[in-house]
């Protein structure tokens, strides 16, 4: 005599939607992260994209050592998950300078006024000062002190002298 069919039971798993991927461009090359969508965006830059001048510190957005540009605007990319980031352009240090790689008028003040200490904070200080010059091509002392990047090197007088020289080369025509 023929066996019924056994019974199946139904299914406990919950389909998902398909993962169609987050469009964005970093230093201005398009890229797809078809990954989990709460990454930060920190990891993804240091451990996909292999750009590891950001940096990770304090990890909760206090101390600035993580910060990019995104669409123009300083952010903590350690805050920051990847599902936010869809259509959106980030620039992080490596993409301060030209892509010949001529220095900005910034990173050359930086050298010549010798502003890094050990280096771990400069990354994001860089990116708060090429904000602060966008937004305060002649920044004042009240703009200077509200840049919000901490330097545990205190090598915040020389960053100082150097935002001031970049805006004095600025003033000057240079670039
Ligand atoms: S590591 Fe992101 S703000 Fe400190
Ligand atoms: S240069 Fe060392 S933490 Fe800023």
Redesign the pocket.
């Known amino acids: 005599m023929a066996q019924p069919p056994p019974q199946v039971p139904p299914s406990t798993i919950t389909p998902q939607p398909k993962r169609t991927g987050i469009h964005l461009a970093v230093n201005g090359k398009p890229y797809l992260h078809a990954g989990d969508p709460e990454m930060p965006l920190l990891w993804w830059l240091r451990d996909y994209l292999q750009l590891t001048g950001t940096k990770y510190a304090c990890g909760i957005g206090a101390c600035g050592a993580c910060m990019v540009l995104v669409d123009g605007k300083p952010e903590h990319a350690c805050l920051l998950p990847m599902q936010a980031l869809a259509g959106r352009a980030v620039t992080t240090v490596e993409g301060l300078a030209a892509s010949d790689g001529t220095f900005s008028a910034l990173q050359d003040a930086w050298v010549s006024e010798d502003a ?7 990354a994001g ?1 860089l990116i708060a000062a090429h904000a602060l010059l966008r937004k305060h091509p002649q920044p004042g002392d009240a703009e200077l002190d509200a840049l919000p990047n901490l ?3 205190g ?1 915040y007088p020389r960053m100082r002298r150097a935002i001031q020289h970049a805006a004095a080369a600025r003033k000057d025509g240079k670039p």
């Not at 890094?116 to 400069?122: A, E, V």
């Open positions: 890094i200490q050990c280096g771990y904070c400069q200080q330097c545990r090197c090598a």
